[in-house]
Nanobody, 124 residues
Framework: QVQLVESGGGLVQAGAVLRLSCAASRRTIGNYAMAWFRQAPGKERMFVAAISWTGENTYYEDSVRGRATISREFGKNTIHLQMNGLKPEDTAVYFC?????????????????WGRGTQVTVSS
């Protein structure tokens, strides 16, 4: 079992920068594809970004492309999501997820492991 714990969320003003982190324990995620999803109040969980197990390939949802960067630190068993130019519509709980295998990075059902989330609130 992999345990994922997110951190780095908070209350910020529009235009701010946040760096979310997801630390894995109990097992290495070095060969896992990892992703971030988010869920706003009253809405379904949505894909935000994903990174392949090698770190060579990254994928982004259209609304964050150009503002978000997903990365991984193999030595620390950690991934990050840096969000620039935050907007009020980015307000959500952000979840980290991981999977050892799959075909569609954007499909949350393919991810086996999930963190509990970190709240990001962007004020206008």
């Amino acid at each position: 079992q992999v345990q994922l714990v997110e951190s780095g969320g908070g209350l910020v003003q529009a235009g701010a920068v946040l760096r979310l982190s997801c630390a894995a324990s109990r097992r290495t995620i070095g060969n896992y594809a990892m992703a971030w999803f988010r869920q706003a109040p009253g809405k379904e969980r949505m894909f935000v970004a994903a990174i392949s197990w090698t770190g060579e390939n990254t994928y982004y949802e259209d609304s964050v492309r150009g503002r978000a960067t997903i990365s991984r630190e193999f030595g620390k068993n950690t991934i990050h999501l840096q969000m620039n130019g935050l907007k009020p519509e980015d307000t959500a709980v952000y979840f980290c997820a991981g999977r050892p295998r799959g075909s569609n990075y954007r499909n949350g059902e393919e991810y086996e492991y999930w963190g509990r989330g970190t709240q990001v609130t962007v004020s206008s």
